[in-house]
């Protein structure tokens, strides 16, 4: 899949957990991608994070530092 299509999919995910009151929005974009993203996908996906990719949600940026953080945890 192609990145730029991940950053949509991460997009569209962070859009929806944006309007939800009362809950740690990047927590949950971070555990919804964890839950149904594939590894392959999860890789992808952080690669074009750090690469800089233009046109990231700031929650998805928030939850990419999230799964990083966890993964070395």
Do not use: C
């Not at 192609?2 to 309007?19: G, H, P, R, V, W």
Request: charged share 20%; no cysteine; hydrophobic share 50%.
């Amino acid at each position: 899949m192609s990145s730029d299509k991940l950053i949509l999919m991460a997009n569209q995910i962070a859009a929806f957990y944006a309007t939800q009151s009362g809950i740690d929005q990047a927590d949950a974009v971070a555990r919804h991608l964890k839950s149904f993203w594939e590894p392959r996908m999860l890789r992808q996906f952080h690669e074009a994070t750090v690469a800089g990719a233009e046109g990231i949600h700031p929650l998805v940026l928030q939850a990419a530092s999230l799964l990083k953080a966890r993964e070395a945890a």
